[in-house]
């Protein structure tokens, strides 16, 4: 099981490497479309419970998050924050940073 898993893992991260930031196959989500089902799959996921379905879904979801910019707050914080969500989503387990809800909203969501 846990072979399985690791191999998982480096199948995913050669499908990343290969789609980049172009992953959404030419329709891009706004961070508002992100917002519909990221919150959902993140709880869900971090408390161990997400299909494997879900979890990609999820990584599909933080990546579009990361391609996109905020129209508040540090770029560059953004990138580093949204780049530890992918790399969290990969893992499908704990999801510490997706779940911060606040701690993103106050650096980069309007009122
Ligand atoms: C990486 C940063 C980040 C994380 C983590 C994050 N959000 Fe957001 N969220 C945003 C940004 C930025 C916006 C504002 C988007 C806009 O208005 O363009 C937003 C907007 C929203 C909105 C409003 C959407 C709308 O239609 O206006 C909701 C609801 C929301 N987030 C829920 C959540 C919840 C719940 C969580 C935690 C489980 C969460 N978000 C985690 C960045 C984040």
Do not use: Y
Not at 42 to 61: C, M, P, W
Not at 82 to 107: F, M, R, S
Request: aromatic share 6%.
């Amino acid at each position: 099981m846990k072979k399985f898993a690791v191999l998982g893992l480096v199948a995913l991260a050669f499908a990343v490497a290969a789609f980049g930031v172009n992953a959404q196959e030419g329709k891009k989500l706004s961070i508002k479309d992100v917002m519909k089902k990221f919150p959902a799959l993140a709880k869900k996921i971090n408390k161990g419970e997400g299909s494997d379905a879900e979890k990609k879904e999820f990584v599909e979801l933080a990546k579009a998050l990361a391609a996109n910019t905020p129209k508040k707050g540090d770029a560059e914080e953004w990138k580093k924050r949204t780049a530890t969500i992918v790399g969290e989503a990969e893992k499908g387990e704990k999801q510490p940073c997706a779940t911060n809800c606040k701690g993103c909203h106050d650096l980069h969501k309007g009122k």
